[in-house]
């Protein structure tokens, strides 16, 4: 008298990947998430190695993981992957400060974010 197993949350023919405590504010995130949305995951990794934005490196990893799930977990075919979503998401903010002048404080923000990355396999 175990739990039945969930439905899953996509589609047959998509695959998900999460990247969480990313130390990047989610502005900057999105700037190179939008750079690869709607792209086929071949194009999109190769537009990501040649881009000279440090978080790029991260994005790689996830979108790489994202289609390993598709591969692996989905049986899906990787050359017919393309992007479908990739959106950013606040996380926590550090607080750190700074002494200013006549005695004040000076809050300096350091903020986190997580990235998700949903891949779809498209026929042809």
Do not use: W, Y
């Not at 990739?86 to 903020?111: D, E, Q, S, W, Y």
Request: positive net charge; contains cysteine.
């Amino acid at each position: 008298m175990g739990q039945g197993t969930k439905a899953r949350r996509l589609a047959d023919n998509e695959a998900m990947a999460k990247t969480r405590m990313l130390r990047v504010s989610p502005q900057k995130l999105n700037l190179v998430a939008a750079s690869i949305r709607g792209k086929p995951v071949g194009k999109a990794l190769n537009d990501l190695s040649f881009l000279k934005k440090r978080i790029a490196q991260d994005v790689i990893k996830c979108l790489q993981s994202a289609i390993a799930n598709a591969e692996n977990n989905h049986q899906l075919d990787v050359d017919e992957l393309i992007i479908a979503e990739a959106f950013v998401g606040k996380n926590l903010t550090l607080r750190r400060g700074r002494p200013r002048a006549r005695g004040r404080f000076g809050m300096i923000r350091k903020p986190f974010s997580q990235l998700t990355i949903m891949v779809r396999q498209i026929e042809d």
